[in-house]
């Protein structure tokens, strides 16, 4: 029988399955993919931002945290459409930008010539110095790490992710979105590990993940909302029907 994005949940090997099917069988570029992905996302941040209840200062943006990986080239996307939308965003860099590969590094390159604001938040220093910055925004996207994540978090990408939390936490109102799985979280498991995001929302992709399912992990995944990245939903039951034959 097959099932809707809502009602299923992939694993990590899942996910990557159907990414491989998507770019190999059905000649989907990896890009296309991430565009996809970047712009129904960015969607839904916009919405957040926009209403019911706007926010009351002008100087009020969106703030997108970026890591090395796809989940920082998902940020670049949104960060794209939010703009094209006359969002104000700003970016954070949470890693060195000349170490972007792929069409993570394809898609920085082009909001670097859109000319977003951009703040480096790749190192203790850096990022000390501008998180003061980023509690000024209304929504922090949290684009640093993906379903490729397990393990630990590794410096100095526990302080941003420490950086994001202290944010939320705060008295400013600012809230946090999680791009497909919120950092530090296990997608498998749903078990956080010494340093995971804490968000308001979650904007997976394809499918629910299985450690979402996890009595205890919407503590840090929010509200989730799942998202089409253009894949065939065929190749999603595909998946599924080989594990469960």
């Known amino acids: 029988m097959t099932q809707t994005p809502n ?14 099917r998507a770019i190999e069988d059905y000649g989907i570029p990896g890009i296309v993919l991430m565009e996809n992905a970047g ?50 965003v700003e970016l954070f860099c949470a890693c060195d930008p000349s ?66 939390n202290q944010v939320g936490a705060g008295a400013t109102g600012t809230k946090i979105i999680a791009i497909d799985v919120p950092s530090g979280l296990d997608c498998d498991s749903g078990l956080p590990c010494n340093a995971t995001v804490r968000a308001e929302a979650t904007i997976t992709f394809v499918a629910m993940k299985v450690g979402f399912r996890r009595p205890d992990a919407d503590a840090y995944t929010g509200e989730v909302h799942v998202v089409d990245i253009g894949a065939p939903p065929s190749i999603v039951q595909a998946v599924l029907d080989a594990d469960s034959g």
């Open 99 to 164: 170490r972007l590969t792929g069409d993570a590094a394809t898609n920085f390159n082009i909001a670097t010539k859109m000319g977003l604001t951009r703040h480096a938040f790749d190192t203790p220093d850096r990022i000390a110095a501008a998180a003061e910055r980023l509690g000024k925004a209304a929504i922090v996207v949290d684009a640093v790490l993906g379903t490729g994540f397990s393990g630990m978090v590794r410096p100095p990408l526990d302080l941003v992710i420490e950086a994001m």
């Open 39 to 88: 712009r129904n996302a960015a969607r839904i941040v916009r919405e957040r931002f926009q209403g019911p209840q706007p926010p009351s200062t002008t100087n009020r943006f969106v703030a997108i945290v970026c890591g090395r990986g796809n989940n920082g080239g998902d940020g670049f996307v949104i960060a794209r459409h939010l703009a094209n939308a006359e969002i104000p």
């Open 7 to 20: 009602t299923i949940a992939l694993t990590r090997r899942q996910v990557r399955e159907v990414d491989r």
